[in-house]
């Protein structure tokens, strides 16, 4: 396993039992309020959350319409947690890069605070575009934030909370990945420190 999926999965294994009162349950909160306000879903659509932690967000949006749901998380520990909140979901571990789901399989991939825990970022949206069927939507959000904090939460708080966050990406860098990987970008949200993209596969 890889430097920074490695920490990722030792701390959320960790964290899994009491993961809405740390301050990672805290700080994502907002995150997953604004995804959900973004995203739209429809009946009999396959909907996957990347690196689902607890399962919330996924949870949250299957409330929206039938959907069939789905979330995979590295942390084995995290989808225990899944499975006993979330029986009606279907959980599974793995991790972001190597999705188990078929080639066009899939409608909506979302993805909510994790971007920035991944040893290899890019290699997230060629999985999602490979998994995803034409017109198929992926929604991302991660953390942005103006130098010189960016440079303090990466040199100073991710060092310090242990947890394989690996790196911040500015708004042109967060994009690129969309445009790089031939997925056309639908909408931009930026609101403060959240940046979420939305992209259509065409
Ligand atoms: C900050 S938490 C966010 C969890 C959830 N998305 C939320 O918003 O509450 C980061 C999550 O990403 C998972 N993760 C980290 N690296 C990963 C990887 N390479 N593949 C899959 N999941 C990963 C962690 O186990 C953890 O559950």
């Not at 949206?125 to 991660?142: H, M, N, Q, Y």
């Given at each position: 396993?890889?430097?920074?999926?490695?920490?990722?999965?030792?701390?959320?294994?960790?964290?899994?039992?009491?993961?809405?009162k740390?301050?990672d349950?805290?700080?994502?909160?907002?995150?997953k309020?604004?995804?959900?306000?973004?995203?739209?879903?429809?009946?009999g659509e396959k909907v996957l959350d990347v690196?689902?932690?607890?399962?919330t967000l996924?949870c949250?949006?299957s409330r929206k319409?039938?959907?069939h749901a789905y979330?995979?998380?590295i942390?084995?520990?995290m989808?225990?947690?899944?499975r006993?909140r979330?029986?009606?979901?279907d959980?599974q571990v793995?991790?972001?890069?190597?999705l188990?789901?078929?080639?066009?399989?899939?409608d909506?991939?979302?993805m909510c605070?994790?971007l920035?825990h991944?040893?290899e970022?890019?290699n997230?949206?060629a999985e999602?575009r490979?998994v995803?069927?034409?017109?198929?939507?992926?929604i991302?959000s991660d953390?942005?934030y103006p130098?010189?904090?960016?440079?303090?939460?990466e040199?100073i708080?991710?060092p310090?909370?242990?947890a394989?966050d690996?790196?911040?990406?500015?708004?042109?860098e967060?994009r690129d990945?969309?445009?790089?990987n031939?997925l056309?970008?639908t909408?931009t949200?930026?609101r403060g420190?959240?940046?979420?993209i939305?992209?259509?596969?065409?």
């Amino acid at each position: 396993m890889k430097k920074f999926a490695k920490l990722s999965q030792a701390k959320y294994d960790k964290k899994a039992p009491k993961y809405d009162k740390t301050i990672d349950g805290h700080y994502t909160a907002k995150f997953k309020r604004k995804l959900l306000e973004a995203i739209t879903v429809s009946d009999g659509e396959k909907v996957l959350d990347v690196g689902c932690g607890n399962g919330t967000l996924i949870c949250a949006i299957s409330r929206k319409a039938k959907i069939h749901a789905y979330g995979v998380d590295i942390s084995p520990k995290m989808i225990d947690e899944c499975r006993a909140r979330h029986p009606h979901i279907d959980f599974q571990v793995s991790v972001a890069d190597e999705l188990p789901f078929a080639d066009n399989e899939l409608d909506v991939v979302t993805m909510c605070c994790v971007l920035h825990h991944l040893d290899e970022p890019q290699n997230f949206f060629a999985e999602a575009r490979r998994v995803l069927k034409t017109g198929g939507r992926l929604i991302v959000s991660d953390p942005w934030y103006p130098p010189p904090f960016k440079q303090f939460t990466e040199w100073i708080v991710f060092p310090l909370h242990n947890a394989g966050d690996k790196q911040l990406f500015t708004h042109k860098e967060f994009r690129d990945f969309f445009v790089e990987n031939d997925l056309p970008v639908t909408e931009t949200y930026y609101r403060g420190n959240v940046q979420t993209i939305m992209a259509k596969k065409s």
